[in-house]
């Protein structure tokens, strides 16, 4: 089984998530994405591209990433595992704000079976939290008092861990390390 794990905004490939998904012993998909200069229409595309030729049961997106993460679960009805994700990026980019907010529309497919998220108590603050709680009202959804936006201050490991064997993908055949 493989994860595709999505950076945040000028993030690396193998951020906190990649590192805690091959501590849990998975084979991880992690592209690098330039933000800045592709446009929100392009990623998702790109991102359904990985999909036909990959086969992933498991999606994870930090931040920014999390919105496409969101968006590719919505669209594949594949579990995602949410790690301080940013929902609402057309608040803040105004010049991609049109295509933001027609991906945005996709959230509202979501499966709450498929939703599990991890957010820092210090990151409640952004105004995507209210919504989050409402995609991912469910007991997989964990705030972690003293935790911040980056996955270093969460624990992932343990978490990832948790969420999937709650998935089915616990069985030593099911992860392996590449």
């Known amino acids: 089984m493989h994860v595709l794990n999505l950076h945040g905004y000028r993030g690396w490939q193998h951020n906190f998530a990649y590192e805690a998904l091959i501590a849990n012993g998975c084979q991880v998909i992690s592209p690098a994405i330039d933000y800045d200069s592709t446009s929100p229409e392009t990623i998702l595309d790109d991102l359904r591209r990985i999909a036909r030729q990959e086969q992933f049961g498991l999606v994870v997106g930090t931040s920014l990433g999390g919105f496409f993460a969101a968006a590719l679960s919505a669209e594949l009805c594949i579990p995602v595992i949410l790690v301080n994700p940013y929902l609402m990026p057309f608040l803040s980019d105004a010049e991609h ?3 933001y907010t027609a991906i945005f529309g ?3 497919m979501l499966d709450r079976d498929n939703v599990s998220c991890i957010a820092g108590e210090a990151d409640a ?9 409402n995609l991912a009202r469910n007991e997989r959804f964990c705030i972690v008092q ?3 936006h980056s996955g270093g201050t969460l624990p992932l490991k343990t978490y990832f861990g948790e969420m999937l064997g709650y998935y089915g993908f616990a069985e030593p055949n099911d992860c392996l390390h590449l």
């Open 97 to 99: 704000a049109k295509a």
């Open 106 to 108: 996709r959230l509202s």
């Open 125 to 133: 603050g952004d105004d995507s939290f209210a919504l989050l709680r």
């Open 146 to 148: 003293g935790g911040q």
